[in-house]
Every structure is written in C-alpha cells, then in structure tokens.
C-alpha cells in the first residue's frame, strides 16, 4: 500500500522560506519518480516540481523556477521541496505524488502572508 505523508507547511511572510518533506512507504522509492503539486483555494491543482527517480533530473513550473528546488533522499525514502523567496501567490496546499500509482498524500498548507 503506497503511502505518502506530507510535512513542514505552514504561515510565512513574503520573501521567507520553507522546506517541505514527503515520507514515502509502500513502494521501492528510488525506483519511481516523484513529483510536488499545488492547489489555491478556488484554481487547478497544478504542477510545481518533477524529479527523476535518481534525482538527477528535475523540471519545474515557470512560476517557481529559480524559487523552489525539489530534491529527493533515496535512502530515507523522502521527497523534498525546497521554497525560497515565497510570494503570496504560492498559497497552496502542497501535495507530493507518484505518477506511476496515481497516488497522492493527504498533503500540507502553505500560507505567504504579511
């Protein structure tokens, strides 16, 4: 049973920064690649970040790119979203997901408030 467990959302001010962390379970984590989305309250959930199962490959949003880095530690079976320089307009809840299972954790608020 695949599970994910986001963590680290929570309220910031413009320009700070966040780390989110997504603990897997369920699936041999270093074989799949992992991805990070978003959803604003009233919008489409969106894609923010994509990483290969090596990590080596990475690909993001237009509108987070040089912001947020995604990285991932195989050994410990999390995926990582790194985000810097927070705008208002990343208000999400942040969701990690494996596109090979369709699955999806229960994901983690993240509000950019002055």
């Known amino acids: 049973q695949v599970q994910l467990v986001e963590s680290g959302g929570g309220l910031v001010q413009p320009g700070r920064s966040l780390r989110l962390s997504c603990v897997t379970a369920?699936?041999?984590?270093?074989?799949?690649?992992m991805r990070w989305y978003r959803q604003a309250p009233g919008k489409e959930r969106e894609l923010v970040a994509s990483?290969?199962?090596?990590?080596?490959?990475?690909n993001y949003a237009d509108s987070v790119k040089g912001r947020f880095t995604i990285s991932r530690d195989n050994a410990k079976n999390t995926l990582y979203l790194q985000m810097n320089s927070l705008k208002p307009e990343d208000t999400a809840v942040y969701y990690c997901?494996?596109?090979?299972?369709?699955?999806w954790g229960q994901g983690t608020q993240v509000t950019v408030s002055s």
């Open positions: 369920g699936f041999t984590f270093s074989r799949y690649g």
């Open positions: 997901n494996v596109p090979t299972f369709g699955a």
């Open positions: 990483s290969s199962s090596g990590g080596g490959s990475r």
